[in-house]
């Protein structure tokens, strides 16, 4: 659920769980332009590139901006700024950290070392002791149980993380994602707890290709297929998970979707699926067959 990022290094978050609309980025960004208190510049153009709400309470709401974090308790009539440093990274060197909000009101963000984990409205942000050091490409806090957290982290081999309780403790879950596999972004089916897509990049003959992989069982085991139409430059990124479907997801872009019909290559049975959407090219459907590739 990212957007492909306007200037990131890393790659940015995805508006489907964010909700980040075009005319609330406005009006943050007018927001900010009204902030009582000086703040300096960091040589970046001022912009909102995404935008999450409390579970609890949709009137709080934090802004990721291209100087830092701005959160509101009042539904946007008044906003506080958090700048890039007390959440732990450096907005000049064109980081984008994925942000979520999760249950008890906690904050998170995916950083090049780790999870920051803080408060709306609050400059105190501590570190996820479990992910310290480790790069985290991208969170996702499940919807309708904001205690439900995952995470996917870089390493030799990347892998799933999760929390149950809002971020402020992590285990690895399951198996690493299948050798040579570099993450994008994460999520986690609101109708089912262990169904689980994540997408990324994967070099097969040479190439590199868009892949969609996705798990039944919590990461135990993954299966993966290509999606049409990506790129290193057109990387595929998950919009969102229909809250009453685990096999559908909600395409980024308009048009197309992918179905997918699962074929087991592995000595195991597949997991069963129906339609699963992906960023297709404009327009149309693609037929892709998926492999289930042994973790």
């Not at 262990?194 to 135990?220: P, Q």
């Not at 048009?255 to 592995?266: M, R």
């Not at 129906?274 to 289930?292: T, W, Y």
Request: proline share 11%; hydrophobic share 40%; net charge neutral.
């Amino acid at each position: 659920m990212r957007p492909p990022p306007p200037r990131a290094v890393r790659p940015g978050s995805r508006p489907a769980r964010a909700v980040a609309l075009a005319a609330a980025a406005r009006a943050v960004a007018l927001a900010a332009m009204a902030l009582p208190s000086p703040a300096a510049a960091n040589g970046v153009f001022p912009s909102a590139d995404q935008i999450v709400f409390d579970p609890a309470d949709p009137a709080r709401a934090v802004a990721r901006m291209t100087y830092g974090l701005l959160t509101t308790r009042d539904g946007g009539a008044s906003w506080r700024w958090i700048c890039e440093g007390a959440v732990g990274y450096d907005d000049t060197a064109g980081q984008s950290p994925p942000i979520a909000a999760a249950a008890s009101g906690r904050v998170l963000a995916a950083l090049a070392d780790g999870i920051a984990v803080g408060a709306e409205g609050g400059c105190a942000w501590a570190r996820a002791a479990e992910l310290a050091g480790r790069e985290v490409i991208d969170l996702s806090v499940r919807q309708g149980a904001p205690s439900h957290v995952v995470a996917v982290a870089a390493g030799t081999r990347h892998r799933l993380w999760a929390s149950r309780d809002g971020g402020a403790s992590w285990t690895g879950a399951g198996a690493p994602l299948p050798a040579g596999f570099v993450a994008r972004t994460v999520d986690v089916a609101p109708s089912d707890p262990r169904r689980v897509y994540v997408s990324g990049l994967a070099s097969e003959g040479g190439a590199i290709k868009g892949v969609l992989a996705r798990s039944a069982d919590g990461g135990e085991t993954w299966q993966t297929a290509e999606v049409p139409g990506s790129t290193t430059s057109r990387e595929p990124y998950i919009a969102g998970v229909d809250p009453l479907d685990a096999d559908v997801l909600a395409p980024p872009r308009e048009g197309g979707h992918v179905d997918l019909e699962p074929k087991s290559t592995a000595s195991r049975a597949a997991p069963t699926g129906r339609d699963v959407a992906a960023p297709p090219p404009r327009g149309g459907r693609v037929d892709p067959e998926p492999q289930s590739t042994p973790s």
